[in-house]
């Protein structure tokens, strides 16, 4: 049992370079988010998804898009990455939605130079 | 929108002792739920506490215990007997039936052996 599991954890990209971050669970929860982590700033979320089939926007969404593969994968792409981008993403998620407990990833750091 | 608010960035206390972390939330809703996460050196992103907003008793676990004030809108963690493992960051969150989380920024945990 892996729980949430992250890659790659480490990626180096140049400005207006694209990637996929990719997230998967086996605890066959209903519920999954991205969120993003800066020095000083906390966790803020780019996008979630209730349920297989659904996403929502977060507090941070633009420059990123997602897709909720199936129930067990939740993607994480940057279209053409910018500095701004730089952060620590952590993927998470719940059995039925935000108010339940979330599992966390061990995150992925990215550089964009 | 709800926002967490942590007011301190930096805490430390003596091996065995205890320490009192804080946070304050802004919320008009009735019914929610509040976190405490910690986040060791490794990244990693673990529960430490949960409080149902309705629950008028306060969460408790192990060493972990919280003082909710459901009116003043405070949501306090208490470490007792620390431990050089509680070293980490502690954040705070809030949410609000099936709204994501909410984040604070973040509290630093030092324990001096």
């Known amino acids: 049992n892996a729980g949430v599991t992250q890659t790659p954890k480490f990626q180096v990209l140049k400005t207006g370079q694209s990637m996929t971050l990719q997230c998967a669970q086996d605890m066959n929860h209903n519920s999954m988010y991205w969120y993003r982590q800066d020095p000083g700033m906390g966790l803020r979320l780019i996008y979630y998804s209730a349920s297989e089939g659904t996403t929502d926007k977060g507090e941070v969404p633009n420059g990123y898009n997602v897709s909720r593969l199936n129930k067990r994968e939740f993607s994480l792409r940057l279209e053409s990455a910018a500095p701004s981008q730089t952060s620590v993403y952590f993927c998470a998620s719940s059995e039925l939605g935000a108010s339940e407990t979330q599992y966390f990833g061990p995150g992925t750091r990215l550089l964009v130079l | 929108a709800q926002t967490v608010t942590q007011s301190q960035p930096e805490m430390s206390v003596q091996e065995a002792e205890t320490v009192t972390l804080s946070c304050t939330y802004d919320?008009?809703?009735?019914?929610?739920?509040l976190f405490w996460y910690k986040q060791p050196p490794s990244r990693q992103m673990i529960l430490v506490i949960r409080q149902e907003a309705y629950k008028q008793q306060n969460a408790t676990e192990n060493r972990f215990s919280v003082n909710f004030q459901k009116a003043a809108k405070s949501f306090s963690l208490k470490i007792s007997d620390s431990q050089l493992g509680d070293a980490a960051m502690y954040f705070c969150a809030f949410c609000s039936g099936n709204t994501p989380l909410v984040f604070g920024k973040g509290t630093r945990l030092s324990v001096i052996a």
């Open positions: 919320t008009s809703e009735s019914d929610y739920y």
